[in-house]
């Protein structure tokens, strides 16, 4: 008969495969100030259940103080305000929640132009962008920025909140214009799904549950859509690509011959008995073991975090990765990018020469060409660019010193990206997605 104990530790481990097993969905917001983009996070996190009592209580009594007739959903997701009013900054803030069927990250991302930066860094690992409009407002220069943004880090899935439906009557007229406003902007269509949803965010109209206040609106709420939504890829049927961060060697005489590594698996499947290549040395071998957290395992997927052991008595440094070996990465010494620069003392031209990180691999990288600037507003390239600035975005070629074992961003998110740093100051000066942009004419 099991003990108590040992039946809780059961059913925490079962608890926790069951978390693991549930599908995650990775989302950023972006809004322009004031279009209710906090109240919105706010609403969401309140209405799924996903706000602790003591977090819940403590909005109320602020609420109660500042203004006394509503709850201010909008302190949900400020709670750095002092933070930034102390000049402290605040890239992105990133926010958990769940239902019964998935789970959700939300990156609460600043919408300004000169925070581009920072929505780049919450967007690059998101399968679906929320964009805000404040139906008061329209379509306006930075809703088109945004989902310019969306469109050039690859996110297919599209969702345009018409927020403050509220402040206009609740008239169907005012967000159908909107919605061809949008549509007569997107002349080059690069998401595959848009979907657009009146609400108020405030009032929870069509946010969790429908809205009594707009039946002409026969979609589905924000929360229904976001259930819907088809996983971009699963991680796990792409092929194996696993960075080795950590090689493990006890040093101790009961285990003096253990070796293994340590990593995330970035994509694909990793089974006991696979023959791998491990790259860039290019060496071959076979699992023999995988741990789990929660213990030996058979077989392991991405995003899982493991130790394996392998059948050879290699050296495997850290920064190679473990790859299946009948699906190979490319080896590239030279590769075409997407640049955001992130910057704000320096900017990117020809010939300049930078540390990149891939991974947990790093290297020499020399750019060899800046063949073009987007516009950010728009849909178009600016050809005659020979230099990247603070937020700016363009297309660039890189020579790399050692080969990067790397997939293109729009096939691998997990290898096909990186980042660039200044060897003189140690800054990160730019995020790098691997690939010809051929999404913009």
Request: aromatic share 6%; proline share 3%; hydrophobic share 40%.
């Amino acid at each position: 008969m099991l003990t108590i104990a040992l039946q809780m530790r059961l059913w925490k481990i079962e608890n926790a495969r069951a978390i693991f097993s549930m599908d995650l969905i990775r989302i950023a917001t972006a809004g322009s100030v004031d279009d209710g983009k906090s109240t919105l996070i706010g609403r969401l996190l309140l209405d799924s259940n996903s706000l602790n009592d003591d977090t819940l209580a403590a909005v109320e009594d602020v609420s109660q103080r500042q203004r006394g007739d509503y709850v201010n959903l909008a302190l949900i997701t400020d709670g750095l305000r002092a933070e930034r009013e102390q000049g402290i900054t605040i890239d992105v803030a990133y926010r958990y929640f769940s239902t019964n069927t998935r789970k959700f990250i939300l990156a609460d991302t600043p919408g300004h132009v000169q925070y581009t930066r920072n929505m780049v860094t919450g967007a690059s690992t998101a399968e679906v962008a929320l964009i805000m409009i404040d139906a008061r407002n329209g379509l306006v220069e930075q809703s088109r920025r945004h989902y310019v943004i969306a469109s050039l880090l690859g996110i297919t899935h599209i969702i345009v909140c018409v927020n403050k439906m509220d402040l206009v009557g609740y008239n169907e007229e005012i967000f159908n214009q909107i919605r061809a406003d949008f549509d007569e902007f997107l002349t080059k269509d690069i998401a595959s799904n848009i979907v657009f949803i009146p609400m108020s965010a405030l009032n929870g109209d069509n946010v969790v549950d429908p809205s009594i206040n707009m039946l002409w609106y026969h979609g589905d709420p924000l929360l229904n859509v976001l259930e819907q939504i088809p996983v971009r890829q699963d991680l796990g049927t792409l092929p194996l690509r696993m960075p080795v961060q950590y090689v493990i060697r006890p040093m101790l005489n009961k285990y003096q011959d253990y070796r293994a590594y340590a990593g995330s698996i970035a994509s694909g499947t990793l089974y006991v008995g696979q023959r791998v290549r491990i790259l860039p040395s290019g060496q071959e071998s076979v699992i023999t073991n995988i741990d789990a957290p929660w213990g030996a395992v058979e077989e392991a997927s991405a995003p899982d975090s493991i130790t394996v052991r392998i059948s050879d008595d290699f050296d495997i440094p850290r920064g190679e990765t473990i790859c299946d070996a009948e699906k190979l990465p490319q080896m590239r010494h030279n590769i075409e990018a997407v640049i955001c620069w992130m910057d704000d003392r320096s900017s990117l031209s020809k010939g300049d020469i930078y540390r990149i990180k891939h991974g947990a691999r790093s290297s020499k990288a020399i750019v060899t060409e800046v063949n073009a600037r987007f516009n950010i507003s728009s849909l178009d390239k600016e050809l005659d660019a020979n230099v990247l600035k603070l937020n700016e975005m363009g297309h660039v070629s890189l020579k790399i010193s050692d080969p990067l074992v790397c997939d293109d961003y729009s096939v691998n998110r997990a290898t096909g990206n990186f980042i660039l740093i200044n060897e003189s100051t140690n800054a990160t000066v730019a995020a790098g997605m691997i690939g010809d942009p051929k999404i913009i004419a």
